[in-house]
C-alpha cells in the first residue's frame, strides 16, 4: 500500500519549517512551566502560564476546544496518565505532573509533553521520570531514514524493560502530527521492529511513552478526558514531535533539534 493510501502526510521543507515554529514554541512554552511549576499552585494556574506564553508567541492552542477539550494543556498529576483537564486541583510537594502541550502555527502543529515533580520526590518517583524520558529518546534515535514505525516502538519497549519493573501503557500511542495533531500512523510504545510505515524524508511523528510503577489497564474518569491506571500506580509521560530528514531525526519541539540527546545515543 502506498503511502498516500494510508494517510500519511509526506510534509515539504517549508512545511516542516513551520511546523518547527510550533515546536519551538512548544518547547519554549514546556521549559518555561518547568521552572514554574511549585506546591500552591493549582492545575489551572499552570494552564494560564501556557496558554499566555504560546499566545504571547503568536500561536494558538492545538488542545483548547479540540473535541471540547476545555483547556490549552492538558496536567495529569499521579495516578492520572494523561488528557487531565486543568482546574482548581492545588498541586502539592511530592505530587508529579504530567504536561502536555500542543500548538498551531500557521495551520501546523507541535505537541510535546514533560512529567514533572513538585517539589522533592522519593527516587524511585525520579527513576520513573527518568526511564520514561529515556525510552522516548531511545525510541527517536532508533528512527532511521528508510527505516520502519515500529523500530521506535521496538527501542521504547527494550529501554523500559531493560530499566527494571515498569508498566508500559498500550491504550494510547504516538501518532503522525502536520495538518492536524492526530494522524496516521499510530506509533505503539510496545512491539516487534521492522514494520510499519517506512520513515521517508518528510514523515513527522509524535512519540510519547507512558509508563507507570505499576500495572497496564487505564480507565477514563467521569469527566471523559482523565486517563488514570485503573490499579493507581503513578505515571510519567514524554513525548516529542520529530521529523525524519535526509539525515535523520530532527526533534522539532527541542530547542536543540534533539542535537544534544540523539548525539549521545546514535553518535554525531
Ligand atoms: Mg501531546
Ligand atoms: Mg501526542
Redesign the pocket.
Known amino acids: 500500500m502506498g503511502m498516500r493510501d494510508r494517510g500519511v502526510e509526506i510534509k515539504s521543507p517549508e512545511q516542516l519549517d513551520l511546523m518547527r515554529r510550533a515546536g519551538l514554541v512548544v518547547a519554549e512554552t514546556l521549559e518555561m512551566l518547568r521552572g514554574r511549576v511549585r506546591a500552591g499552585m493549582t492545575t489551572a494556574d499552570v494552564d494560564a502560564l501556557a496558554e499566555a506564553c504560546i499566545r504571547d508567541s503568536g500561536a494558538t492552542p492545538s488542545f483548547l476546544g479540540y473535541h471540547g477539550f476545555p483547556a490549552s494543556l492538558c496536567t495529569s498529576v499521579n495516578d492520572e496518565v494523561v488528557h487531565g483537564i486543568p482546574g482548581p486541583r492545588v498541586l502539592e510537594e511530592g505530587d508529579l505532573v504530567s504536561i502536555d502541550c500542543g500548538a498551531i502555527v500557521d495551520g501546523w502543529h507541535g505537541?510535546a509533553a514533560i512529567t514533572v515533580s513538585v517539589g522533592d520526590v522519593t527516587a524511585r518517583l525520579q527513576a520513573l521520570m527518568a526511564v520514561c524520558e529515556e525510552a522516548l529518546w531511545r525510541g527517536i534515535a532508533a528512527a532511521r531514514p528508510g527505516g520502519r514505525v515500529t523500530d521506535i516502538s521496538a527501542a521504547i519497549e527494550s529501554s523500559v524493560q531493560g530499566a527494571g519493573e515498569y508498566g508500559i501503557v498500550e491504550d494510547y500511542v504516538?501518532?503522525g502530527i502536520g495538518s492536524a495533531m492526530h494522524q496516521q500512523p499510530a506509533v505503539p510504545n510496545y512491539g516487534r521492529p521492522g514494520r510499519g510505515l517506512k520513515l521517508v524524508p518528510g514523515i513527522a511523528l509524535?512519540v510519547?511513552p507512558m509508563i507507570t510503577l505499576g500495572g497496564v489497564e487505564t480507565d477514563v474518569l467521569d469527566d471523559d478526558w482523565t486517563v488514570v491506571t485503573r490499579d493507581g500506580a503513578w505515571a510519567a509521560h514524554f513525548?516529542h514531535t520529530f521529523a525524519m530528514t535526509s539525515a535523520g531525526p530532527w526533534v522539532l519541539t527541542a530547542l536543540d533539534g534533539g542535537r544534544a540527546s540523539l548525539a549521545d545515543l546514535i553518535g554525531p
Do not use: Q, T, W
Request: glycine share 16%.
Open positions: 505537541d504516538g501518532h509524535a510519547e513525548e
